[in-house]
């Protein structure tokens, strides 16, 4: 808990600084928002100004048959099962990382490192032979495996740092009473652990949220398309309606939105956890 | 005997007529994201099911950028659609030279069908004497500017070169940009170079080049064109930034006045829907250049779309009934009037379908036409695109020479 | 003595078993990419026709083409700036929000995240608008503050594109690392800055004393994942740049994209990913232990 604080000079100033800050980084959405309420003319006649009349038409368009919605779930699906995936390997390891330090560390490090660092493009052709050979090209899985499987190793990364902030005598204390490896991670390790776990999930949800490159050349059925494939849709060669295309977005971007404000104090409670070191 | 002979044949003729998927396609286009691409595709595909209800088409749509990907990786992967759009040139004739494309001669040659478009567009989709994909629409490019402005501003049409530049001038000194450019996805650019080139040396440079020509060459005049270019963007006739910006983004300039006149594709007819109140499309052709070598009333013109049929394909029969359907007048014209673009087969582009200023283009200018010259980037192999592509700004924003940034094109051109 | 070996057995089969789900499963997806990169780049292909081998030929082109080495450097750059401007600042950020105004931390906080929950595809085409320069609101801000002389072209001229879009990247991932800070630095507990406060400390003793070395941990974490994000980098310069003009904002990753589907190369593009991955993974590993190095004594339980 932190100590209730003293409103002083520092205080203020920060506050200034921040506001500033926060709205230098804000401003493009809020034009985002009432530039969905022009016609496309207006738009094109001038970008910044507010909008004269208050139009709804560019939801109507965006919204059209609420194709949207559906790629909202499809997005909802690969990540939940991305996620999840990566969670549950993610902490294994990285638990076995800290808690067992076996002599062949390095490697395991050194191979997780390599495979973050590989480009996803040039791994597009041999995961589409891969996926086609499983018969998983334009489906739900065939998205989430990779995309898991390439978030994996950072995530070990995080979950073993997390880990090897952990006293060892922690361990060593179930392991005297006889429990079995599998009971200690179960019961000691894993509570402490929520807040790292909430950690990578959120780091995770958001990074196969905008994911756009897999779902793009994995998935071919309109029905199964995620929000970033979808939102293309908006997005001409020659001609875009602007309007239309910003609404669109932030119909997109209203699903985290609303989720994180819901779930905030939950999330940054998770995130603290409850050792409260004192 | 007979009947063991029979019933071999009987077997066989069973098994062949029994592919996996009869009376099934998949059909792969970018015909998404933009209003009118996708109205005509519903159109032309709602139809198609009523006119071949036996047809199953099994439809990927994907945006324009993303389309390429999606389709570069499905051919990577030994897997390629059964029917799909490509653009004609280098990017056909790479599939081409890898023997992914089915030959089209045998059923162009019958019905009439070849016969049905522009022998210039068909000539763009073939390689060696054989037709690989079916050429479906045709962009030109020329001057566009705003009417009533020029009229306010008692601007004339300029009808050379050097009274183009006189007129730049002109509307420097009225603190509006002359030529509107968004240069980010390089294209827009080669529209200057490739008509300097063709004033200055002709038409078919690059043609020559991918035909395999022995004497290719872009010659000296590819040097001036560059220094010209260069000359432009030193006087600042271009907006500030062009190589940043987006060509809609320089469209919205064109639009709201900034600009005075923009060299763009027909597509800007199009484009200019949204103008605001007042604004009248007016369009006038490349001016001709003193001295110049080659015919002065070419036009920067070439297929922009084309659809092709993969040579894994199981059901070649029904994909070219896909394709003669497509490309029959009543869907093109259809074309015309949903995209305002001219296309590929004759009589399509009427009057009603095109409007004024579209059927004026395809025909006074386009007919009038010495030559009607492809675009070099879409016909030139892919790797010497690239390399086209940063020379021109490199050129552009001063910081490649212009006979080097000639040189390297021409060398690219070359390589095998 | 036999403790301690039956320890280290147990512990041994107890790693295999909690690290084979994990290692096999990214196994199964990434060793066959990464086999088949290494072998395409031996190789010249356009992904229609027949593979030509080349042997290390395209590796030898690698090592001489300027605007590789050029856009990885720019990749490092990235890097940089994103470990001081993206994981530091944050850092900064968020001791603001939970040590001095903690009663604005909540909107803050969401604030920040809003960039992070849109696609970046998206928030490159706002700052497209944002850097026009005609319309565009960073030219208009400049001349309203009496600025104008510093309008440029931004995006289109060679000198400025690479820093617009690297100021782009400041804005547009800072809410992440936030995020993860706020919950770091709220573990740091309070007896530690009552003790230090009693010493006079001020709230700059404060941040740099006890608060950085007390979530060093979160730094080295946070710091890797900047460093791998910005080696990879693809999305935001593709949309703002393209990598242009002429290769004046090219990182590796759009390079990568121009020669394998822009170009057709796809030998040379894999060699350019092989040495990517190659280079990466050897950064981040020297880049993770020197943090270890600086971080150990400096962290509550290592």
Known sequence: MTAVRRWNLTSTIVLAVLTAHVLMVIFPFFWMIYSTFKTNREFMRSVWSLPKSFSLDAYVGAWSGGALGGYAVNSLLIMAGATLITVVLATLAGFALAAYRPRWIPAVELSMTAAMAIPAYVALVPLVVMLRGAGLLDTHLGVILPTAAFNVPVSIFIMQAFFNTLPRDLFDAARMDGASEWKIFLRVALPIARPAMFTVAIVNMIWVWNDFLFPVVFINSPSRKTLPVGLTDFVGEHITNYPVMLAAILIAAIAPLVLFVFFERQITAALIGGAVKG | MRLKRLLIAGAAAALAAMPASAGELSFWHAYAGQQDKVEFIDFALGEFAKAHPEVKLEVVAAEQSAYKTKLNTAMASGNPPDVFYTLPGGFLNAFVKGGQMYALDEELARDGWRDSFLESAVSQTSKDGHTYAVPVDVDSVVFWYDKARFAENGWTVPKTYEELLALAEKVKGEGLVPFSLGNKDSWPATFWFQYLEMRLKGSGVVSAFVNGDPDATLGAEATKAMEKLAELAKQEYFPIGFNGMSDQEANMLFLNGQAAMMLNGTWQIGASADAPEGFELGYFAFPAVAGGAGDQSDVLAGVAASFGVSQKAENKADAVTLLKFLTSREVMTKYVELRKTMVTVKDATTETAAGPVLYDISNKLMKAAGHLDPFYDTAMPPAATNIYYTSLQGVLDGSLPPADAAKRIEDALRAK | ?302
């Open chain 3, 1 to 302: 003595m036999s403790a301690d070996t039956s320890f280290a057995k147990r512990s041994n089969r107890a790693a295999i078993l909690f690290l084979s789900p994990a290692l096999l499963f990214v196994f199964a997806f990434v060793a066959y990419p990464v086999a088949y990169a290494g072998w395409l780049s031996l190789f010249r292909w356009d992904g229609a026709s027949m593979p030509v081998f080349l042997g290390a030929g395209n590796f030898v082109r690698l090592a001489g083409d300027a605007i590789f080495w050029q856009a990885l450097i720019r990749n490092i750059l990235v890097a940089l700036s994103a470990i001081v401007l993206q994981v530091f600042l944050a850092l900064a950020i968020a001791y603001c929000l939970v040590r001095i105004v903690p009663a604005f931390s909540r909107i803050f906080l969401f604030f920040y995240l809003v960039p992070v929950m849109v696609s970046e595809i998206c928030i490159g085409l706002l700052w497209r608008f944002m850097y026009n320069p005609y319309f565009g609101l960073v030219n208009a801000g400049l001349s309203a503050i009496g600025l104008g002389g510093l309008k440029r072209g931004w995006l289109g001229e060679s000198e400025t594109a690479f820093t617009a879009v690297v100021v782009v990247m400041s804005f547009t991932y800072l809410g992440l690392y936030v995020l993860l800070f706020v919950a770091a630095v709220r573990n740091v507990p309070e007896s530690v800055y009552e003790a230090a406060e009693i010493d006079g400390a001020g709230d700059f003793r404060k941040f740099f004393s006890i608060t950085v070395p007390m979530v060093w941990d979160a730094v080295r974490a946070n710091s890797l994942l900047a460093i791998i994000g910005s080696l990879k980098t693809f999305s935001l310069v593709f949309v703002l740049t393209n990598g242009g003009p002429n290769h004046a904002s090219e990182v590796v990753s759009t390079y990568l994209y121009k020669m394998g589907f822009g170009s057709f190369e796809m030998g040379y593009a894999a060699a350019i990913g092989f040495a990517q991955m190659v280079l990466t993974a050897l950064g981040a590993w020297i880049a993770f232990r020197y943090m270890k190095r600086i971080g150990a004594g400096a962290g509550a339980w290592s």
